[in-house]
T-cell receptor
Framework: QKEVEQNSGPLSVPEGAIASLNCTYS??????FFWYRQYSGKSPELIMF????GDKEDGRFTAQLNKASQYVSLLIRDSQPSDSATYLC???????????FGPGTSLSVIP | DVKVTQSSRYLVKRTGEKVFLECVQD?????MFWYRQDPGLGLRLIYF???????EKGDIPEGYSVSREKKERFSLILESASTNQTSMYLC?????????????????FGPGTRLTVL
């Protein structure tokens, strides 16, 4: 079983819709969870992080964490074509030094 | 403005060559990382360093070595390049401290080096 799993996509949503990206992880002791956005040909950039169960909102982005289910998600409201990118889920487990990245989900927002 | 730079954006080498990839950060970060990114496999950690002259193996260290002689610089070395090392290589750095009230401990990535081994 891979340590961090995501649907590879591509996920296509119309402009203005809600995009829902999902991630599961295997290390039950994981402490911190990150969402990075990576545009084609560019390097990843952090857009959200969460470490407590529940929801965390930042503008159009909401991260949701359920540690019991070992599940973290990212919701993008009012999706824009500029949101089209690959979204990487990353998890810091019990080993503080290492952050494990998922394979990424490709999102395409259709105008 | 935080910055991580990598020595080359594109590199083409031949099988058997020794290859050096360099990464420099100007944020005084303690931790530095080398990843490779391949389609469908995501980011995989090759090596990381939490201090000058210190290094730890990541998940896929075989065929690679690293050097960290100065805090700001972390080099990845391919002793004898092979075609299966064709990939995008990303360097990242991170502080040990929590970032203000955000506590994100964000990793900052360089622009990447696309290496092709023929």
């Amino acid at each position: 079983q891979k340590e961090v799993e995501q649907n590879s996509g591509p996920l296509s949503v119309p402009e203005g819709a809600i995009a829902s990206l999902n991630c599961t992880y295997s290390d039950r002791g994981s402490q911190s969870f990150f969402w990075y956005r990576q545009y084609s040909g560019k390097s990843p950039e952090l857009i959200m992080f969460i470490y407590s169960n529940g929801d965390k909102e930042d503008g159009r982005f909401t991260a949701q964490l359920n540690k019991a289910s070992q599940y973290v998600s990212l919701l993008i409201r009012d999706s824009q074509p500029s949101d089209s990118a690959t979204y990487l889920c990353a998890v810091r487990g019990t080993s503080y030094d290492k952050v494990i990245f998922g394979p990424g989900t490709s999102l395409s927002v259709i105008p | 403005d935080v910055k991580v730079t990598q020595s080359s954006r594109y590199l083409v080498k031949r099988t058997g060559e020794k290859v050096f990839l360099e990464c420099v950060q100007d944020m005084d970060h303690e931790n530095m990382f080398w990843y490779r990114q391949d389609p469908g496999l995501g980011l995989r950690l090759i090596y990381f360093s939490y201090d000058v002259k210190m290094k730890e193996k990541g998940d896929i260290p075989e065929g690679y070595s690293v050097s960290r002689e100065k805090k700001e610089r972390f080099s990845l070395i391919l002793e004898s390049a092979s075609t299966n090392q064709t990939s995008m290589y990303l360097c990242a750095s991170r502080t040990d401290e929590q970032t203000g009230t955000s506590g994100s401990n964000e990793q900052f990535f360089g622009p990447g080096t696309r290496l092709t081994v023929l």
